[in-house]
């Protein structure tokens, strides 16, 4: 017959020793975890603008995404330490890096940008690759948190039952080739375009794109995962993909897409087609919240502070 184990009872008895042992066993658990309460959540979407209508807004959540120092796409912080992207910016596992807090394509004062290594890219398991893109999203976890100024602020993520209404207005940025000037060998700007954008219906974007499509008819071409937005005839371009469509909802400002086509710049009257990060948001937060722990150690974890916080049952 096995032995019972011995009791320990509940009350003022509970204050002794052993109650003793076990915060201080507690202590050191959460000490060596490296636990810290988190109190530096960032508040997004609440742009600093100046007064004077006439100079261009800045838009504190652009991100410039680097290939040695090169501007490759745009991109949207969306917290501390992380940065949405499109994948199919994305060539292989080369290092990239992120500026941040300018206008400037090239800046030359240098004490107001920042300029962050990044230090994990997370591709979306569903993205597709170039020819016919799904799944066009990637994070990028930079090296160190980003320090919050007017001129660094995150943007907010919306939530995954949130719908854009069609005809909502929303802003497209980037340096992507000035406006109606569509060519082949265009470049790059120096200073950072916007565009005023209106949601589209998605089956109406679709017919546009299909229009010169070998593709059948019962296979869209604009799928649920995407949003189309137009201003019928000043979309940016191709230097813009991977950055952000947002959009001023209840006084905050929510990234609606990321830009994915960059044959949204064959024609001024194309609509910009991006990834809708409603479809999204959830895979990001997931993502985000993943630390250094699997789930496996974070549910063992649990348990273990579960049963040390648990009152000692009287016999």
């Not at 020793?17 to 636990?35: E, F, M, N, V």
């Not at 988190?38 to 508040?43: D, F, L, M, Q, Y």
């Not at 690759?129 to 090296?143: E, K, N």
Request: proline share 7%.
């Amino acid at each position: 017959m096995a032995a019972a184990l011995p009791s320990r009872s509940a009350g003022p008895a509970a204050s002794g020793p052993w109650s003793l042992s076990r915060r201080l066993l507690l202590l050191l658990l959460l000490l060596h975890s490296g636990y810290k309460e988190n109190t530096s959540t960032p508040v997004c979407g609440k742009p600093w603008w100046s007064g004077d209508l006439d100079v261009i807004r800045h838009w504190p959540w652009e991100v410039s995404l680097r290939l040695e120092n090169e501007h490759v796409c745009g991109g949207a912080l969306i917290d501390l330490n992380w940065v949405v992207t499109a994948a199919h910016c994305i060539q292989g596992t080369k290092e990239y890096s992120v500026i941040l807090g300018t206008n400037k394509l090239k800046p030359a004062d240098s004490l107001r940008v920042t300029m962050i290594p990044v230090k994990d890219i997370v591709m979306h398991p569903k993205f597709w690759g170039r020819t016919f893109i799904m799944g066009d999203v990637a994070l990028l976890q930079l090296h160190r948190p980003v320090a919050l100024s007017k001129y660094v602020q995150p943007i907010c993520l919306p939530e995954p039952s949130y719908n854009l209404k069609v005809g909502t207005q929303c802003w497209v940025t980037g340096w992507g080739q000035a406006k109606q000037r569509f060519s082949v060998n265009s470049t790059l700007t120096p200073e950072l375009q916007e565009a005023e954008v209106f949601i589209m219906d998605n089956k109406r974007c679709d017919q546009i794109y299909r229009k010169k499509s070998f593709i059948p008819h019962i296979v869209p071409l604009v799928l649920g995962d995407m949003i189309c937005a137009t201003n019928y005839g000043e979309n940016l371009c191709s230097g813009d993909s991977g950055g952000p469509l947002a959009c001023e909802v209840e006084g905050r400002w929510i990234l609606a897409g990321v830009l994915s086509w960059e044959k949204a710049c064959a024609k001024a009257e194309n609509p910009g087609v991006y990834a809708r990060i409603t479809k999204y948001s959830k895979w990001i937060k997931q993502q985000m919240n993943n630390g250094p722990l699997s789930c496996l150690q974070t549910s063992t974890w649990l348990l273990l502070l579960f049963w040390l916080l648990q009152p000692q049952m009287g016999p």
